[in-house]
């Protein structure tokens, strides 16, 4: 690389920066000063501006087994700006402003060409601790430890190294603090309702599960012209925060008068809900959402999941007879590179309402306090800011 050309004077140049790093499962998380590896071929290295915390980031810090791995940067929804490329970047350019995302999208295998899928094959979705391309790591201590990535992303740390497939470039002129929440959680759920499920206007929808994920869904299917949107949670409270986000109607899942979260939605519907959303990550709610759909062309779209190993079953002769669709949406079903940009317009002609996830915002210091927020379920989305 001709790093001469380029106006960035540590281009081509390990960086030190302070990172927050996840040392052992379930203890805070320690800023340190690290090292971030110039970016190699097809890799390009971002300037985090800020990043939001998402439930996976809990889970993976008080996960023990593999494929946790530590010590690991974690935090995979951010958006920041290009300080340098590596060889084999025209996509992006030093000074754009990116955002990262988990799941890749090379623009090049079958999947990533296809209209019809977003599972790219190149660089299917794993939960490594190695960059994509090289399965190596961009970060040490100052001890010279090598430090874990995680989701391909890694973005509580000043500086990251995201592979091209990883990363898209976005109008700089949508703020920070909104854009960033893009990245992951808002856009699996608005994605999964506009387009997994492709919701219509006039129809009806039922969502299992009002955590930020589900409130996403709910944020989509308004914006589809969904006339009537379902919420299903064990906590009542929820249905409060839920009519912000569109939801109309409310089923308490623990006190339904002795009949079953389906019975009641295929009363209140005439016949169950066009399209119904499993957001917990159950296996006994996603036979409910099932049913809870109508007959003939109702869709189950599942965003969660449950426990390793566990299954569902349904009986064959429903399945013939009741003609419904099951579908599973990693990422809404969303193609980052094109998806991404059309939301963030969405949000510009205000259609798309980002402001309300926002719920905290905190300096990088205080990402522990992120953490005891999320875990508490104090919060729907703490924005980080890197340089506050
Ligand atoms: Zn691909
Ligand atoms: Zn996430």
């Known amino acids: 690389m001709d790093n001469e050309n380029l106006p960035s004077i540590i281009a081509g140049k390990p960086i030190r920066c302070r990172a927050a790093i996840c040392r052992a499962p379930g203890e805070p998380l320690v800023i340190e000063e690290i090292t971030v590896d110039p970016p190699k071929s097809h890799e390009v290295r971002v300037r985090i501006i800020c990043t939001s915390l998402c439930y996976s980031d809990v889970t993976f810090w008080k996960m023990k087994d593999f494929p946790a791995v530590f010590p690991r940067i974690l935090g995979h929804e951010a958006i920041g ?18 955002i990262p995302h988990f799941l890749a999208d090379c623009m090049e295998c079958a999947d990533c060409k296809s209209k019809k899928s977003n599972l790219c094959s190149m660089f299917p979705f794993k939960v490594s601790p190695w960059m994509p391309r090289y399965q190596t790591s961009r970060f040490k201590d100052l001890k010279g430890e090598t430090i874990h990535h995680f989701l391909s992303v890694s973005s509580f740390t000043e500086y990251t190294v995201v592979d091209i497939a990883h990363v898209v470039k976005v109008d700089p002129a949508v703020p920070p603090n909104r854009a ?3 990245s992951c959680g808002v856009s699996t759920g608005v994605g999964a309702a506009w387009r997994t499920a492709n919701v219509e206007a006039g129809t009806t929808v039922a969502i299992f599960g009002l955590g930020s994920i589900g409130l996403a869904v ?18 009542p409270e929820k249905f409060e925060i839920g009519k912000m986000f569109g939801v109309t109607d409310f089923v308490h899942s623990k006190n339904c008068g002795g009949k079953s979260v389906s019975q009641v939605i295929i009363e209140m519907t005439d016949g169950g809900a066009d399209y119904c959303f499993e957001c917990v990550g159950l296996a006994s709610l996603v036979h409910e959402a099932y049913a809870s759909c109508r007959k003939g062309w109702g869709k189950t779209i599942v965003l969660g999941v449950d426990k390793p190993g566990s299954q569902l079953r349904f009986s064959s002769f429903e399945v013939l ?4 669709v099951l579908m599973g949406s990693l990422f809404g079903g969303l193609k980052a590179k094109s998806d991404i940009p059309i939301l963030l317009k969405r949000y510009m002609d205000k259609e798309l309402e980002l402001d309300k996830f926002v719920t905290h915002e905190m300096r990088f210091e205080d990402i522990n306090k992120a953490f005891d927020l999320l875990k508490e379920g104090k919060c729907l989305r703490c924005v980080i800011w890197m340089d506050k």
């Open 81 to 98: 700006i290009v300080e340098s490329v590596g060889e084999n970047v025209i996509e992006v350019a030093e000074g754009d402003i990116v």
């Open 180 to 182: 960033c929440l893009l």
């Open 218 to 235: 709910a944020e989509g299917a308004r914006i589809c012209g969904a006339t009537r949107i379902i919420g299903v949670d064990v906590n």
């Open 321 to 324: 007879h009741h003609g419904k």
